[in-house]
């Protein structure tokens, strides 16, 4: 498809600021006070504004003489935004950030920092290591990518194990999105630190062993998917990393949580499979809800016998999220059926924040 030449126009001019450098400016500049400066480059541009920014309507900026648009937003509350640019509606990354949120859309990030630290932020602590495998599937074409967090002191050398959470991202992610944007690693990292946590394996798996179609997704690719992935995960992953790693291998010791999809996932896979998983929480799940005895019938087996249950159910999602009335039909349905969990509806919508302190508070939870 031929672009418009004014888009055309305002893409080489992006690309010539990117081969400029910093002499020139910079972008984004936070301030001490959390105010943040945006400037882009694009000199023929009849309007350019910052968007995508948590709570803020987009952000019109402003051109100097030689073509830079900026603007000044906040002071912002301490976190991790995400941004694009739009360019008389053409929507663009932030060409001098390389801090980037990538997959199924790409937003430019920048941290605003808090005093102390927030703990998806990285402090002068003993910090744990990712590691990175690809491995058989026995549900895709090819391997599956799998990054696995090991807490500050791990020693493969050493006696100790450890439990072990699978952590699930959401659809058109990939298994590095809960370290580059969840910041999963940096939050165990201080809640370790202080005490707050036990220092466990993360397990950050693909959650999309169906391929994503490329058009429009037709109804049957969640199920699929699902499906898949639950096999994925229990054929491959599990026996990989009890066979690789230090992991303890009994229920008490395996936790599932995810988000969205993986919230689903987690979900489905957790309580369909009791007596393989202590501690089962989704965020903001994508959910059934109909047919719930059906699908979730290996949890009404279970609950007939306290000891069978998980430890843990742990259910969450923000109160303007697009898929609340999806979660609350669930809540409903185990509040219905005497299956003991706990229900967060907090602030917030579809998105990274929300997520992120929901995983902070469900690893002070689990393995205890």
């Known amino acids: 498809m031929k672009l418009p030449h004014r888009f055309v126009l305002h893409l080489v001019a992006l690309l010539f600021l990117a081969s400029l450098g910093h002499a020139q400016f910079r972008s984004p500049e936070v301030e001490p006070d959390g105010r943040v400066t945006f400037r882009v480059l694009a000199p023929k541009a009849q309007a350019v504004a910052?968007?995508?920014?948590?709570?803020?309507?987009?952000?019109?900026?402003?051109?100097?003489?030689?073509?830079?648009?900026?603007?000044?937003?906040?002071?912002?509350?301490?976190?991790?935004?995400?941004?694009?640019?739009?360019?008389?509606?053409?929507?663009?990354?932030?060409?001098?950030?390389?801090?980037?949120?990538?997959?199924?859309?790409?937003?430019?990030?920048?941290?605003?920092?808090?005093?102390?630290?927030?703990?998806?932020?990285?402090?002068?602590?003993?910090?744990?290591?990712?590691?990175?495998?690809?491995?058989?599937s026995s549900a895709r074409t090819g391997e599956v990518a799998v990054q696995v967090y090991t807490p500050p002191g791990f020693d493969p050398k050493a006696a100790t194990t450890y439990p072990v959470l699978y952590l699930l991202h959401g659809f058109g992610d990939e298994e590095t999105a809960w370290v580059a944007v969840g910041r999963a690693n940096?939050?165990?990292?201080?809640?370790?630190?202080?005490?707050?946590?036990?220092?466990?394996i993360i397990v950050m798996t693909n959650g999309h062993p169906v391929p994503i179609p490329t058009d429009n997704r037709g109804p049957d690719y969640g199920a699929a998917n699902s499906a898949a992935m639950e096999k994925e995960l229990l054929h491959d992953i599990v026996p990989y990393i009890e066979a690789n790693y230090p992991a303890k291998h009994d229920p008490a010791a395996r936790a599932i949580v995810g988000l969205s999809m993986g919230g689903g996932q987690s979900l489905g896979i957790g309580l369909g499979h009791p007596d393989r998983f202590g501690w089962v929480g989704g965020f903001s799940s994508g959910l059934p809800t109909d047919d719930l005895d059906r699908r979730f019938g290996a949890l009404l087996a279970a609950n007939k016998d306290h000891a069978a249950m998980p430890r843990l159910i742990w259910i969450g999602v923000g109160q303007d999220d697009f898929l609340l009335k999806q979660n609350l039909n669930f809540h409903a349905w185990l509040d219905e059926r005497k299956v003991a969990h706990e229900w967060r509806l907090t602030e917030g919508a579809h998105e990274w924040p929300v997520w992120r302190s929901y995983l902070e508070e469900f690893l002070q939870k689990i393995f205890r």
């Not at 980037?100 to 920092?113: D, G, H, N, R, T």
């Not at 940096?186 to 466990?200: M, N």
Request: glycine share 6%; charged share 20%.
């Open 186 to 200: 940096f939050i165990a990292d201080s809640l370790v630190a202080r005490h707050l946590a036990v220092p466990a």
């Open 50 to 136: 910052v968007k995508g920014l948590r709570h803020l309507p987009p952000q019109a900026m402003t051109k100097d003489a030689k073509g830079v648009w900026s603007v000044t937003v906040g002071p912002l509350t301490p976190d991790l935004y995400s941004y694009t640019f739009d360019v008389d509606g053409a929507t663009f990354t932030d060409p001098l950030n390389r801090r980037l949120k990538e997959w199924l859309s790409e937003e430019s990030l920048v941290e605003v920092p808090g005093n102390p630290p927030l703990p998806l932020a990285w402090q002068a602590i003993p910090h744990g290591t990712v590691h990175r495998h690809f491995l058989p």
